[in-house]
């Protein structure tokens, strides 16, 4: 029987993810509560024996304020819209550090034997926005590689493009910048090209979260090879937050993602599962019950199929 493989990766960015989407002020419970999340995915993952890719932006391993201009890279992006920079963005604006920074639970992170620092670029760099250029893309990448290199001592391989905006020229540029295993999207027409941001494509989305609209989510280990450099480990589903006010929808949302994985395990397939850390941040109980039934569910595919818990870079010596 083929192997099957279930992979998690979570995007740990705080408000560096939503600074151009979401008001700093008043948020600083709904960051407390994702910091709090850390730790307790980081035992809810030991517990199962998980391999997970916490893909980290570069700027949340600083200290503070001045330390975070001194990683600063040699080139920063120039966006037609200002908007989408993150340099503009907090040297306009008294942010607290707590929703910014956090180097203590990226070495926290880093201390657990099975989980994997992985990148996602320094400033959430946004490759498809007008303005973005291949040098500052590269510079962003190097600045991400040299923070992560001094605070943990590591070498990152794994890349995770914010708004998951990517292509075959910034596949490459982060093949060369040394990242072997990138995240991309499922196949389905509603996720390509996802920054035009259309409202087809984010009904679709939404709806198939649910109930099946697009194709099956889980692909064969042969089809994670790009035609050269980096490897893709596409996606296969966004957890979606918790929603209290539809428990019907949590209730489908769950079903959808544990018979994708039965089948997955059944086919000898990989599948990946990808949110943020922050997404715990309203609803952290609730949302932290949801993760333990999806792991249950692995530990049943797991004992029943042999499916594997594998990070991005575990597929390295696989394919
Ligand atoms: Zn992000």
Not at 98 to 105: K, V
Not at 156 to 161: E, I, K, Q, T
Not at 298 to 309: D, F, I, K, N, R
């Amino acid at each position: 029987m083929r192997k099957s493989f279930f992979v998690i990766s979570l995007d740990f960015e705080l408000h560096w993810g939503r600074f151009d989407k979401v008001s700093a002020r008043g948020q600083e419970l709904y960051y407390a509560r994702a910091r709090e999340a850390v730790p307790r995915l980081l035992d809810l993952f030991s517990e199962f024996d998980l391999s997970v890719t916490w893909a980290t932006v570069g700027m949340l391993l600083a200290e503070n304020r001045e330390e975070w201009r001194t990683y600063h890279p040699s080139i920063q992006p120039l966006f037609n819209s200002e908007t989408y920079s993150a340099y503009r963005w907090y040297e306009r604006n008294t942010t607290p550090d707590s929703l910014l920074f956090a180097p203590d639970l990226a070495k926290r992170i880093a201390s657990y034997p099975k989980q994997e620092i992985g990148c996602h670029t320094h400033s959430h760099f946004y490759t498809r926005e007008a303005g973005a250029c291949n040098e500052s893309f590269r510079a962003d990448l190097q600045a991400a590689k040299c923070i992560v290199t001094e605070k943990l001592g590591l070498k990152m391989r794994s890349l995770v493009f914010p708004r998951n905006q990517y292509s075959p020229e910034t596949i490459r540029i982060a093949g060369e910048e040394g990242f072997d295993f990138l995240r991309t999207n499922p196949e389905d027409w509603y996720w390509r090209d996802p920054h035009d941001n259309q409202l087809a494509k984010r009904l679709f989305r939404t709806g198939d979260s649910m109930v099946p609209l697009g194709r099956k989510t889980s692909y064969p280990l042969d089809k994670m090879r790009f035609d050269s450099g980096p490897l893709k480990v596409p996606a296969s589903r966004f957890f979606r937050p918790f929603q209290p006010k539809v428990p019907w929808i949590n209730h489908m949302k769950l079903q959808r993602i544990m018979q994708e994985m039965s089948l997955a395990a059944h086919l000898g397939e990989v599948y990946h599962l990808w949110w943020h850390p922050h997404n715990h941040g309203h609803y952290l109980e609730e949302t932290l019950v949801e993760v333990r039934k999806v792991l249950n569910h692995y530990l049943q595919l797991h004992e029943q199929y042999g499916m594997e818990s594998m990070s991005m870079n575990g597929f390295g010596a696989l394919v």
